[in-house]
C-alpha cells in the first residue's frame, strides 16, 4: 500500500473533524478578547527563524487550535512526505517524477539521488557556467555579433519561466548592474515584445529563452519574433543568433532545431517545477543582474529555510505554520482568498509571483488517488504592496463582507532611506494589521461623537486574521528565504489536502483549443467551425473584424 493511501481521507481524519467542532465552539470568539484574555499572546504566538519574525498572533486560532492543526499535520504524515521530498521520491505522482527544487540550493558536497543518480553535481556544473557567462557578459568579454558589448538584456518566457526572473529582478535591482538594461517579455500579444525592443539597439541586446520545455506558444511565438528583429537589425546574417541568444531549458534537440547553440544552453531537469525554477538556470537574467556572489547568497537564503523545514518541529515552524493557518482560515473560516500585501516598493511583483506558486500548485479538484476532493482546496492569492492598496481594496478587507486573511512583509530597514519614509510605511503596515484585527466599536465611534447616523457605517467588526513577517532588509539571501517560506507553506497546504501540488494538468485544456483555433481565425477561406454557437460566433465576429482597415 503507497504512503498516500494508508492515510485517512482528509475529512475522517481525528484531527479535521475536532477542527471542525473546535471551530463551532469558536465562531464567537474575538480577537479582542483573545488579547484581552492573554497578556503575552503578541509575544508568544509568534517564531523566529533564520531572520524571518513571523507574528502569528492575530489570527483567529488559541493554543488549542494550534494543537489541533500540528496533530492534523501528524496524521497526514507531513514529516514523511517531507522526507519524501527532500530525498528525491516521485512525489509527483500523475507525472511520475521527482519533486527536487531543494536540490538547486543544495550544498556542492550534498547527495540527492534520482533514479539513483546523484543530482547535486549536476546543479553546481550548471550554476559555474551561469557564473562564467555572467562575469562574461557583465565585463564586457562576451561581445555582440558586432562586436560591440552587450548593453541591454530580454528574458522571453512565460509563466515560471517569466514570473520568478522578473520578480527576482525587481526586488533586487537595488543589487543590480544599473549599465544593463533589463526586460522581460511574456505575452503573446505582440506589443510586449514591441514595447519591450523599440529603444533598444539589437547589436547590444542578448535575449534568453527561457522555457523548460521549449514548446510554449507564447514562448516560441516571441523567440521567433526576436529571431526576425535581431537579423532585421544586424543585416540578415543568421550567424549573429548564435551572439545574442541564448536558451535556458531542459529541451536540447529543440533548442538545437530553433538554431541557438547548446553550448550556450543552461540545462536543468524534469524535477523541477516551473514554478519552482527561479533558483536554477531559470534565474540566469538574475544573476546577470546581480552578480553571481548574490546570486549565491540568494540560494543560502532558500537553504536555510529548507534546512528549518525539514528539521524543525511543526509549532516552531515557520513554513509549517504558515501552512496550517491558511489551511484553518481556507477549511474551517471559509476565507476563499489571501491578500499578499509587501510593504517594500522592491516587492512590487511578489504577489504576481505568488499567484502561479500557490493557485498552480493548490487548485486541484482530486485528490492524489483522482477522487473528488470534499473540501475547498487552494485559495486565491492576490496583492499590491503597501502602501497603494490601502486606497484602493484595503476598505473591502476592513469592512466588506468577506473574510481576507493578509500577510504582510516588511522590513527593519529602506535599502536606500530616504527621510522619514520608512517609519511612516512601517506605522502603516503595524496600523493595518491592528485596525484589522481589533477594529472600532459602535461605543467607541459613539464616543468620538459621531452622528447616529453615521455611527454603523464608521464600526470596524475587527477579527480579521493576518500573518505580519518582517525581516532586517531585503537582501538576495532574505528574498531567497522569503520564497521558499511560501514554497513549502504550499506544500504543507497541499499535503494537507492530499492533493498533487506539482502538476498543472488545468491549463492544458485551453492550450490545445487555442492551437486548433488559429488556422481558424487565419485561414483565407471562411472555415467549417464545430464549436459551440457562442465561440462559432466570436470567431465570425473577430475574422469580421480583422478584415476592416
Ligand atoms: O502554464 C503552464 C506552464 O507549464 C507553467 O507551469 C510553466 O511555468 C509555464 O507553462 C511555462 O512553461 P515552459 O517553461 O515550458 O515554457
Known amino acids: 500500500m503507497s ?15 475536532a477542527l471542525a467542532a473546535h471551530h463551532q465552539r469558536l465562531q464567537k470568539l474575538h480577537l479582542r478578547k483573545l488579547f484581552a484574555d492573554d497578556p503575552t499572546r503578541g509575544e508568544r504566538l509568534a517564531v523566529e527563524a533564520a531572520g524571518l519574525y513571523l507574528d502569528y498572533s492575530k489570527n483567529r486560532i488559541t493554543d488549542r487550535t494550534l494543537k489541533l492543526l500540528v496533530q492534523l499535520a ?13 530525498s528525491g521520491d516521485k512525489i509527483n505522482t500523475t507525472e511520475n517524477r521527482a ?24 546543479v553546481h556544473a550548471v550554476l559555474a557556467k ?16 558586432t562586436g560591440k558589448r552587450i548593453k541591454n538584456v530580454i528574458n522571453i518566457g512565460i509563466g515560471g519561466s517569466d514570473l520568478g526572473p522578473v520578480m527576482a529582478y525587481e526586488a533586487l535591482k537595488h543589487y543590480s548592474e544599473r549599465s544593463l538594461t533589463f526586460r522581460f517579455v511574456s505575452n503573446v500579444d505582440g506589443i510586449d515584445f514591441v514595447e519591450a525592443t523599440r529603444d533598444l539597439e539589437p547589436a547590444e541586446t542578448l535575449f534568453i529563452i527561457s522555457s523548460k520545455t521549449f514548446t510554449t506558444l507564447e514562448t516560441m511565438t516571441n523567440a521567433q519574433s526576436a529571431r526576425d528583429w535581431l537579423l532585421h537589425g544586424l543585416g540578415r546574417d543568421r550567424k549573429a543568433v548564435a551572439r545574442h541568444f541564448v536558451a535556458v531549458s531542459t529541451n536540447a534537440e529543440k533548442v538545437s532545431a530553433f538554431g541557438i547553440d547548446t553550448a550556450n544552453m543552461f540545462g536543468f531537469w ?6 519552482y525554477s527561479m533558483d536554477s538556470a531559470i534565474g540566469l537574467s538574475t544573476m546577470l543582474a546581480i552578480g553571481p556572489d548574490n546570486f549565491y547568497a540568494m540560494l543560502k537564503g532558500f537553504r536555510e529555510i529548507d534546512e528549518h523545514f525539514r528539521n524543525t518541529s511543526f509549532e516552531r515552524n515557520l513554513p509549517v505554520l504558515m501552512g496550517l493557518l491558511a489551511v484553518w482560515n481556507n477549511d474551517f473560516l471559509g ?33 492524489l488517488a ?10 486565491i492569492y492576490w496583492g499590491e504592496p503597501g502602501t497603494n492598496g490601502q486606497h484602493s481594496f484595503y476598505q473591502l478587507i476592513h469592512q466588506g463582507t468577506r473574510l481576507i486573511p493578509c500577510d504582510f512583509i516588511a522590513f527593519g530597514h529602506a535599502l536606500t532611506p530616504l527621510g522619514r519614509h520608512h517609519d511612516i510605511l512601517l506605522a502603516n503596515v ?19 461623537g459621531t452622528p447616529a447616523a453615521l455611527v454603523p457605517h464608521r464600526v470596524f467588526e475587527g477579527n480579521r486574521p493576518s500573518n505580519v513577517i518582517l525581516a532586517d532588509r531585503l537582501t538576495p539571501e532574505v528574498l531567497g528565504k522569503l520564497v521558499a517560506l511560501y514554497e513549502h507553506s504550499v506544500f504543507t497546504q497541499g499535503i494537507i489536502w492530499n492533493i498533487d501540488s506539482f502538476d498543472q494538468w488545468g491549463v492544458e485544456l485551453g492550450k490545445v483549443l487555442a492551437q486548433r483555433i488559429v488556422p481558424e481565425l487565419e485561414s483565407k477561406a471562411a472555415p467549417k467551425l464545430k464549436h459551440d454557437t457562442s465561440t462559432n460566433t466570436l470567431i465570425r465576429h473577430y475574422r469580421t473584424l480583422r478584415q476592416t482597415k
Request: charged fraction near 25%.
Open 74 to 86: 501528524e496524521e497526514s504524515d507531513l514529516s514523511g512526505r517531507i522526507a519524501a521530498m527532500f
Open 270 to 275: 524534469d524535477w523541477v517545477g516551473g514554478r
Open 335 to 367: 476565507a476563499p482568498t489571501v491578500a499578499v500585501l509587501p510593504y517594500e516598493q522592491y516587492l512590487k511583483r511578489f504577489p504576481a509571483y505568488l499567484q502561479q506558486l500557490t493557485m498552480e500548485s493548490n487548485g486541484k479538484h482530486v485528490t
Open 430 to 448: 503595524f496600523a493595518q494589521a491592528e485596525a484589522l484585527a481589533f477594529g472600532k466599536t459602535p461605543e467607541e465611534v459613539i464616543a468620538e
Open 130 to 145: 551561469m557564473a562564467s557567462f555572467s562575469d562574461r557578459v557583465r565585463s564586457g568579454a562576451w561581445k555582440g555579433h
Open 370 to 379: 483522482g477522487k473528488k476532493v470534499e473540501y475547498q482546496t487552494g485559495p
Open 3 to 17: 504512503a498516500t493511501t494508508r492515510i485517512k481521507s482528509l475529512i475522517e481524519r481525528p484531527a479535521w473533524k
Open 99 to 122: 519533486v527536487l527544487h531543494v536540490a538547486l540550493r543544495a550544498p556542492i558536497g550534498a547527495t540527492i539521488l534520482v533514479d539513483g543518480k546523484n543530482v547535486v553535481p549536476e
